[in-house]
């Protein structure tokens, strides 16, 4: 696990336009991908921003994101789309690629890294045969119900 607080210097350190230019050089890629491409809604600007907003957040901007959107559940909000382990794995491929063109600095490149190849993992919902995987047992709650410390 990433200690909390060289998470929280990363934004010091990138700063809005850093990381307003790594979402660019990401879904610059998003939009060439044939096999990434058809998951995202026809108009890529909501989800540019909405990831912007989480980045920011999660690495220690502003908390305009749960201001705007409530809490991230990444994994819940990510359920209507089919991530198979190959989407998983293009959609990782541009985001590291992304952090090296846009430069971000070291360490906060590295633990940017190690935090997307984590989490990414997270988001996988579909087997290869497209068939819908089980949801880890914290997701085996009532989504209704608000976070708590027993809710991701």
């Known amino acids: 696990m990433m200690p909390i607080l060289d998470i929280q210097r990363a934004y010091a350190a990138i700063g809005d336009a850093g990381l307003r230019s790594l979402v660019d050089a990401f879904y610059r890629r998003v939009e060439a991908d044939p096999l990434l491409r058809p998951i995202f ?3 890529l600007s909501e989800g540019r921003e909405r990831q912007y907003l989480f980045l920011r957040q999660f690495f220690g901007g502003p908390a305009e994101y749960n201001e705007r959107h409530g809490h991230p559940q990444l ?3 990510h359920l209507p789309f089919a991530i198979t382990r190959e989407a998983r794995d293009a959609w990782l491929g541009h985001m590291l690629e992304a952090i090296d063109e846009v430069q971000i600095p070291e360490p906060y490149a590295s633990l940017m890294k190690a935090y997307f190849e984590r ?3 997270d988001m996988i919902n579909r087997g290869d045969d ?3 995987l089980d949801p880890r047992p914290a ?3 009532d989504l209704n119900q608000p976070e708590g410390p027993d809710r991701p």
């Open 41 to 43: 809604p026809p108009d």
């Open 75 to 77: 994994r819940r909000r």
């Open 119 to 121: 989490f990414s993992l």
């Open 130 to 132: 497209g068939e819908f």
């Open 139 to 141: 997701i085996l709650v």
